[in-house]
């Protein structure tokens, strides 16, 4: 009975904790109330341009602007924001939470982190209502710039890399090419886009790493694996940390900063991601 025990203890360690080995992901607890952690991502790339070795990208998604992610949790993330040191922030979308909340008092926050080479967003589910005007507004007041299936550039000494936006990625009726078929294979892109689904739906193929959110990391969830929450059309396979499309494009999900439907998480800590971009 005693072998069973720790049998079952071993099993259930080795479900746990696969994806932070495999992803060559690190997650510290974050020492900032309010943040539950840090994850920090290293990618590697032969793509990358030499100037862009050990570049630095923060991404925040998901805020629900208030939630469980309120006025009083705001401090804390932009400390671990900023503690990130990063060259660029991404911002995934889903800015307001369902019973409201003051965008201008988020995008003020938002600012604050000022990384040097800016700060890029696309919209999320919870936009595609009279929201989108009013998240747009904020944007173009604090300097974030909107990408809706839009690509800018991003320069440093005299290289560049791609990062690509996707404007609302559940209507694929009407956005379902994305722009990175316009793109040259050699060149290095990040797609940003608010649902993992979408790198599964069209055609990315000229992606070198998305970065997505949307799932919450399901919420509630048992060793990252199961969730009875469903915020994905093909199950718990993009729930969260490092995945592969069906045609090998990698997609980092964040578990998000705040919570919707249900103001409730349970082993889906909340996190800022970092991801550091390594020259193969």
């Not at 991502?41 to 032969?46: E, I, Q």
């Not at 938002?110 to 009013?134: D, F, K, R, S, T």
């Amino acid at each position: 009975m005693i072998r069973k025990i720790k049998r079952y203890i071993i099993y259930g360690l080795v479900l746990l904790f696969p994806v932070a080995f495999l992803s060559c992901a690190t997650a510290s607890l974050s020492k900032y109330k309010g943040i539950g952690r840090v994850k920090t991502y290293d990618f590697y790339s032969d793509q990358l341009p030499d100037s862009f070795d050990n570049f630095r990208i923060a991404f925040a998604t998901d805020f629900h602007y208030e939630s469980r992610f309120n006025k009083h949790r705001l401090p804390a993330l932009i400390k671990a924001l900023q503690a990130t040191d990063a060259d660029l922030l991404l911002l995934g979308g889903d800015y307001r939470g369902r019973d409201g909340g003051s965008l201008t008092e988020l995008f003020d926050a938002i600012a604050l982190c000022n990384p040097p080479l800016g700060i890029y967003g696309v919209m999320g589910n919870h936009e595609n209502n009279a929201n989108h005007a009013i998240v747009e507004k904020e944007m173009q007041r604090v300097g974030v710039k909107l990408l809706e299936h839009e690509v800018d550039t991003i320069w440093k000494n005299g290289e560049f890399i791609l990062v690509c936006g996707i404007r609302n990625p559940f209507d694929l009726k009407q956005n379902g090419i994305s722009p990175t078929l316009n793109l040259r294979p050699e060149d290095f892109v990040i797609l940003l886009t608010h649902t993992p689904d979408y790198v599964e739906d069209t055609d990315v193929s000229n992606t070198d790493l998305a970065l997505a959110g949307h799932t919450h990391g399901g919420q509630v969830s048992i060793f990252n694996v199961y969730t009875p929450a469903h915020f994905s059309k093909y199950g718990n396979k993009f729930l969260t940390g490092l995945k592969y499309s069906s045609k090998g494009i990698p997609v980092i999900i964040s578990n998000g900063i705040g919570t919707s439907r249900k103001d409730i998480r349970l082993f889906t800590p909340t996190e800022v991601v970092l991801v550091i971009l390594h020259k193969k």
